[in-house]
């Protein structure tokens, strides 16, 4: 019988050989990677490189390419896994005598436990398990494909896909290119270390307890996570297939606003609901405010302080919004206990204890890793529940989201108007240092909730102006924890990023509103 290692070695060695294949080979990359890795494109890539992969935001390489300034098979040049499929593509695309699909020529990077496109796919979603597991086609990517995109690297996720760090026995763990102490996040870490690297521009991640967000915050880009049944998932691969308790939703990482709500259209404009008859039938359609934006401001969520960035960044956006005259007020979250959403969503997350995920990975020695065994074995709520619990927590959540929209509805009792968005953190704080990622609250609530949620990134970390506030008292154990974990030194630099929340299947007004904070900000 083939041992764990084995497999992991022959799955390296698939990886090592698409990265034999890159044309030209990097040159330059020093034994010690430095701690910062922003630099070393400067360093490994020709100008022609530089210019493709860091000039440009989404839109005007879509530009370029439909223009035929650039070959689609120039803008190759940071294929990770898929060099042969990519190549092809593009010469198939090149040789086109029009452009032809919204996409036409651009590279799209792909989260791997998602499959790609084609028959006899090889997923692995990081368990050693299933190191050569096939399946079919994912019905997202193939409407991505019909519309000219070049898939060509996919992307790393952590052990059973439900950490917030990139890290397995399989692959290894995923850095934050601006710190390699601190992570790039979860479960979509190898998306948001590549963008943040602008080895992609656009990509596709997961999300299912802030998986997008957290990443995308955590590495300084854009990531949006629609509500539910809003994009198939058919095609993709994880554990527990077919639980109903809570589900995740693909969605866009990206280097730029504008380029999340292109995806959204593009993608809605396919109809995926006539293929996947889960999905909503809701086209795309762009939301237009007729009076000043109201957002109410989460300070904190009742259970965690943030750290002294976080709250920097809040005020900072804060002082923008009310400067272009739109309303603010507070969102108090003490009377609405998000420490419940977490029990509730917790609960949902493992309706079978965990039970199905730990026996696949103990079945071929894939060690339980310490954030494996933190989200399954040691919340409180997660057990092996009998049907009629399983029933029971379900209309706890059912209640628990009436409860939150009977909330918000109240916020039109001053003025007769409900506030449009809620401003929020994307997380207690920066990039986590390696193995700390143990609260979700600020990203996992919302999918409780399942309402959309976009990340932006507002500054970074400044040691000078981010004291830690050493009189601070707190109130529970998780806010020890995170208070004890903040170091201004250690996260000095880091990106920090905020969320901009909306009510379910309000996607298009997330987005409109977003664009009017960054107006707000300066930002164009």
Same mark, same amino acid.
């Given at each position: 019988?083939?041992?764990?290692?084995?497999?992991?070695?022959?799955?390296?060695?698939?990886?090592?050989?698409?990265?034999?294949?890159?044309?030209?080979?990097?040159?330059?990359?020093?034994?010690?990677?430095?701690?910062?890795?922003?630099?070393? %494109?400067?360093?490994?890539?020709?100008?022609?490189?530089?210019?493709?992969?860091?000039?440009?935001?989404?839109?005007?390489?879509?530009?370029?390419?439909?223009?035929?300034?650039?070959?689609?098979?120039?803008?190759?040049?940071?294929?990770?896994?898929?060099?042969?499929?990519?190549?092809?593509?593009? !010469?198939?695309?090149?040789?086109?005598?029009?452009?032809?699909?919204?996409?036409?020529?651009?590279?799209?990077?792909?989260?791997?436990?998602?499959?790609?496109?084609?028959?006899?796919?090889?997923?692995?979603?990081?368990?050693?398990?299933?190191?050569?597991?096939?399946?079919?086609?994912?019905?997202?990517?193939?409407?991505?494909?019909?519309?000219?995109?070049?898939?060509?690297?996919?992307?790393?996720?952590?052990?059973?896909?439900?950490?917030?760090?990139?890290?397995?026995?399989?692959?290894?763990?995923?850095?934050?290119?601006?710190?390699?102490?601190?992570?790039?996040?979860?479960?979509?870490?190898?998306?948001?270390?590549?963008?943040?690297?602008?080895?992609?521009?656009?990509?596709?991640?997961?999300?299912?307890?802030?998986?997008?967000?957290?990443?995308?915050?955590?590495?300084?880009?854009?990531?949006?996570?629609?509500?539910?049944?809003?994009?198939?998932?058919?095609?993709?691969?994880?554990?527990?297939?077919?639980?109903?308790?809570?589900?995740?939703?693909?969605?866009?990482?990206?280097?730029?606003?504008?380029?999340?709500?292109?995806?959204?259209?593009?993608?809605?404009?396919?109809?995926?609901?006539?293929?996947?008859?889960?999905?909503?039938?809701?086209?795309?359609?762009?939301?237009?405010?007729? !009076?000043?934006?109201?957002?109410?401001?989460?300070?904190?969520?009742?259970?965690?302080?943030?750290?002294? %960035?976080?709250?920097?960044?809040?005020?900072?956006?804060?002082?923008?919004?009310?400067?272009?005259?739109?309303?603010?007020?507070?969102?108090?979250?003490?009377?609405?206990?998000?420490?419940?959403?977490?029990?509730?969503?917790?609960?949902?997350?493992?309706?079978? #204890?965990?039970?199905?995920?730990?026996?696949?990975?103990?079945?071929? #020695?894939?060690?339980?890793?310490?954030?494996?065994?933190?989200?399954?074995?040691?919340?409180?709520?997660?057990?092996?529940?009998?049907?009629?619990?399983?029933?029971?927590?379900?209309?706890?959540?059912?209640?628990?989201?009436?409860?939150?929209?009977?909330?918000?509805?109240?916020?039109?009792?001053?003025?007769?108007?409900?506030?449009?968005?809620?401003?929020?953190?994307?997380?207690?704080?920066?990039?986590?240092?390696?193995?700390?990622?143990?609260?979700? #609250?600020?990203?996992?609530?919302?999918?409780?909730?399942?309402?959309?949620?976009?990340?932006?990134?507002?500054?970074?970390?400044?040691?000078?102006?981010?004291?830690?506030?050493?009189?601070?008292? %707190?109130?529970?154990?998780?806010?020890?924890?995170?208070?004890?974990?903040?170091?201004?030194?250690?996260?000095?630099?880091?990106?920090?990023?905020?969320?901009?929340?909306?009510?379910?299947?309000?996607?298009?007004?997330?987005?409109?509103?977003?664009?009017?904070?960054?107006?707000?900000?300066?930002?164009?």
């Amino acid at each position: 019988m083939e041992t764990a290692q084995q497999k992991i070695e022959r799955a390296r060695a698939r990886r090592e050989t698409g990265l034999a294949k890159l044309e030209p080979k990097l040159a330059g990359l020093p034994a010690q990677l430095p701690r910062n890795s922003l630099g070393l %494109p400067s360093t490994t890539l020709t100008a022609r490189e530089i210019e493709l992969t860091e000039k440009y935001d989404v839109l005007e390489l879509l530009a370029i390419l439909k223009s035929r300034e650039v070959s689609v098979e120039e803008t190759n040049c940071l294929v990770e896994l898929m060099w042969d499929q990519a190549i092809a593509r593009a !010469k198939h695309l090149d040789a086109l005598p029009e452009p032809q699909g919204a996409f036409f020529g651009l590279p799209i990077s792909t989260k791997e436990h998602h499959g790609m496109v084609g028959e006899n796919i090889i997923t692995t979603a990081s368990v050693i398990a299933w190191v050569d597991r096939k399946h079919g086609s994912n019905l997202l990517y193939d409407d991505l494909w019909e519309e000219g995109c070049v898939f060509y690297a996919r992307t790393t996720q952590p052990q059973t896909i439900m950490h917030l760090e990139t890290v397995s026995n399989l692959w290894g763990r995923t850095d934050n290119p601006y710190n390699r102490d601190l992570t790039a996040g979860g479960s979509s870490g190898g998306e948001s270390a590549l963008i943040a690297m602008r080895g992609s521009l656009l990509g596709i991640g997961g999300d299912i307890g802030g998986s997008i967000r957290c990443p995308s915050a955590f590495v300084g880009i854009y990531g949006f996570k629609p509500s539910t049944k809003r994009i198939t998932v058919a095609g993709q691969i994880g554990h527990m297939a077919g639980r109903e308790t809570i589900f995740s939703t693909p969605g866009p990482m990206t280097v730029d606003r504008k380029a999340m709500e292109l995806l959204m259209r593009v993608i809605l404009s396919k109809q995926p609901w006539r293929k996947d008859p889960s999905i909503v039938p809701m086209p795309w359609t762009p939301h237009k405010f007729s !009076k000043p934006l109201k957002i109410a401001v989460q300070w904190w969520d009742g259970v965690v302080k943030p750290h002294p %960035p976080i709250t920097r960044a809040l005020k900072e956006v804060v002082a923008a919004c009310q400067r272009a005259g739109m309303r603010v007020v507070d969102w108090d979250c003490e009377k609405l206990d998000h420490k419940k959403s977490w029990e509730i969503i917790s609960a949902l997350y493992w309706p079978d #204890g965990g039970l199905e995920t730990l026996d696949c990975l103990e079945s071929v #020695g894939d060690t339980v890793l310490p954030l494996t065994k933190w989200v399954i074995q040691e919340q409180p709520s997660v057990k092996n529940m009998t049907q009629a619990e399983l029933w029971q927590l379900c209309y706890t959540r059912d209640a628990y989201r009436v409860s939150y929209a009977q909330a918000w509805n109240a916020t039109a009792n001053d003025d007769g108007d409900e506030v449009d968005v809620i401003l929020c953190p994307a997380s207690f704080g920066a990039a986590t240092p390696h193995q700390q990622s143990k609260y979700w #609250g600020y990203t996992s609530h919302w999918n409780t909730l399942d309402y959309p949620g976009a990340v932006f990134p507002v500054t970074t970390v400044d040691a000078s102006k981010d004291a830690k506030d050493l009189t601070y008292k %707190p109130i529970n154990e998780q806010d020890q924890f995170i208070y004890d974990l903040y170091d201004p030194e250690l996260f000095s630099g880091a990106p920090v990023g905020l969320q901009i929340v909306g009510r379910r299947l309000q996607e298009e007004k997330v987005l409109a509103a977003l664009e009017l904070v960054e107006q707000a900000m300066g930002r164009p």
